[in-house]
């Protein structure tokens, strides 16, 4: 799945769209729905300190439903925008609007498989 590794050996430019390693992808068999590398967004920040954001989308209910997402966001990378705009909440760039997390890295993985994971706490 999607989130096989966020290990980030050089620095993207902030909201940059990047791709998984091929080669831990397929160690994984990380993949979208159309097969394409599951992608992620990264915004490097100043500090240590990280922000993930596990990007949700529901899963799919049969083959045909799959099929459709496969042609969408959710279910390929090729469809993704280049760049992803950090804007909102605790992902912002914008000092008073994050003053917090303004200076992690912020990370956002993109949901693209079609799966979904179900917590239960005991």
Do not use: M
């Amino acid at each position: 799945v999607a989130v096989v590794a966020v290990v980030v050996n050089d620095v993207a430019l902030a909201g940059d769209l990047k791709l998984v390693d091929g080669s831990i992808a397929k160690k994984h068999n990380a993949k979208c729905l159309d097969g394409s590398i599951p992608g992620y967004y990264i915004s490097k920040g100043l500090s240590t300190h990280w922000v993930l954001y596990l990007k949700g989308g529901g899963w799919c209910k049969d083959g045909e439903d799959c099929a459709e997402r496969a042609k969408t966001t959710l279910g390929s990378s090729t469809k993704l925008p280049e760049r992803f705009s950090f804007s909102s909440g605790y992902s912002s760039s914008d000092a008073d609007l994050n003053p917090t997390f303004v200076n992690f890295t912020r990370v956002v993985l993109w949901y693209c498989d079609g799966e979904v994971a179900l917590y239960v706490t005991v």
